[in-house]
């Protein structure tokens, strides 16, 4: 049977909903998840591990998977094909063959139960009203026990991987996959680190995370307070707490512009109007609008355009508002993604936006439209077919 010895990486399947069973899985190492996919969503189930077997339904006349199996991270796993565990378990005495059925009949209802569950509520690893309290739980957890160890770097608090997740657990009751799912998206942002080692107990074994080092933990503060201010405030049906991909373009663009310049006693740089419009033609093919900016308030950032006595515009903005808004959409950015795929894939190289492609754009944000479209499909606004403008790469 060692031969039948397989492995999956994080986010693949090992068996999909509704295939034929044709094996009993006995899971060896790693962590796995039973799920759903629906609406480009995977729905968790159940949590399995080491030493758990999956199939075993086939054994009550079940011949297909009721829940899909997608591994959390590099899992090992070994397959027993359905005839010979059959077999198995026919030449087994009666009282063995009785205890099988009716743990498997027990498991079978506590997973209807589970999965009945799951559907009558967001069931997202991470969904919506638990955003605040997971990330508000990593940062009052770090803010307690984590210490500094280097008086070089003060900024950067450090503590033991185990007890953070115990910590968050015991007080404010976090699932320990959810707060690493979240520390994992923290770590892509370059908000933590982690340091490895071998586990005490295997010193031979895989690599372990040992420490987890929180470099800015007042972005996380940032994050959660602003989330559970705008979510608790009944305004989740609001663009703010909406990521929206031609918003975060202006922003990162604004930003990249006002990098070199100068920034006054009160925070705020100053940009000519014209210079601000052949950079975003430069940078991303974009012709900067009113409607841009109308894009930008609806998500609560504000530029104050003043005219200037040669007839041209001055924009200002407060800079550490925008740069802190920016890392608030990344991190929302990110909670989407992991939301749709099931987990935060630490792999995921970040591509830079290109130029808008030729072809009819919305006048208030520049996404791409059909040419008889009515509204835009992005930001909503009403489209003339008159106003379409046609955009060179």
């Known amino acids: 049977m060692s031969n039948n010895v397989k492995s999956a990486r994080r986010g693949e399947f090992i068996f999909k909903e509704g295939e034929k069973i044709t094996s009993i899985i006995l899971l060896q190492s790693g962590a796995s998840s039973l799920c759903m996919a629906r609406s480009k969503k995977n729905i968790d189930i159940f949590p399995m591990g080491p030493a758990q077997v999956l199939g075993e339904q086939a054994f009550l006349g079940v011949v297909s998977h009721s829940l899909s199996l997608m591994a959390s991270g590099e899992v090992k796993y070994m397959e027993i094909p359905i005839d010979i565990a059959r077999a198995q378990?026919?030449?087994?005495?009666?009282?063995?063959?009785?205890?099988?059925?009716?743990?498997?009949?027990?498991?079978?209802?506590?997973?209807?139960?589970?999965?009945?569950?799951r559907m009558e509520k967001d069931s997202s690893p991470c969904p919506e009203d638990q955003v605040p309290k997971v990330f508000g739980a990593i940062f009052h957890t770090a803010l307690k026990k984590a210490k500094n160890e280097d008086k070089k770097t003060p900024q950067i608090l450090t503590m033991d991987w185990v007890q953070f997740k115990q910590y968050c657990q015991r007080i404010f009751g976090e699932s320990p996959r959810r707060i690493e799912q979240a520390t994992n998206l923290l770590k892509k942002l370059k908000l933590v680190n982690y340091?490895?080692?071998?586990?005490?107990?295997?010193?031979?074994?895989?690599?372990?995370?040992?420490?987890?080092?929180?470099?800015d933990l007042q972005v996380i503060e940032i994050f959660f307070e602003f989330y559970q201010y705008y979510f608790f405030k009944g305004t989740t049906s609001s663009p703010i707490l909406k990521f929206s991909e031609p918003s975060y373009i202006l922003l990162t663009t604004f930003l990249k512009l006002a990098e070199p310049l100068a920034i006054d006693r009160f925070g705020v740089v100053s940009i000519d109007f014209p210079k601000a419009i052949e950079f975003f033609k430069t940078e991303v093919?974009?012709?900067?609008?009113?409607?841009?900016?109308?894009?930008?308030?609806?998500?609560?950032?504000?530029?104050?355009?003043?005219?200037?006595?040669?007839?041209?515009?001055?924009?200002?903005?407060?800079?550490?508002?925008?740069?802190?808004?920016h890392k608030i959409w990344q991190i929302i950015r990110e909670i989407d993604k992991w939301n749709e795929k099931g987990f935060v894939d630490l792999n995921e190289v970040e591509v830079e936006a290109k130029k808008k492609?030729?072809?009819?754009?919305?006048?208030?944000?520049?996404?791409?439209?059909?040419?008889?479209?009515?509204?835009?499909?992005?930001?909503?606004a009403k489209l003339e077919s008159q106003a379409l403008e046609k955009k060179a790469g």
């Open 89 to 117: 378990v026919d030449a087994a005495p009666q009282f063995l063959k009785v205890l099988i059925k009716s743990l498997s009949d027990r498991l079978k209802t506590a997973l209807n139960d589970v999965k009945n569950s």
């Open 195 to 215: 340091e490895m080692g071998k586990p005490i107990d295997d010193p031979e074994g895989l690599d372990e995370i040992q420490k987890i080092h929180f470099f």
């Open 285 to 325: 093919g974009i012709n900067l609008n009113a409607g841009h900016f109308t894009a930008l308030e609806n998500k609560g950032l504000f530029a104050k355009r003043l005219p200037k006595s040669d007839g041209n515009v001055t924009l200002s903005f407060e800079v550490r508002e925008w740069r802190n808004t």
């Open 357 to 380: 492609s030729s072809g009819p754009s919305c006048p208030s944000c520049s996404a791409t439209v059909l040419e008889a479209a009515k509204f835009c499909q992005e930001c909503g």
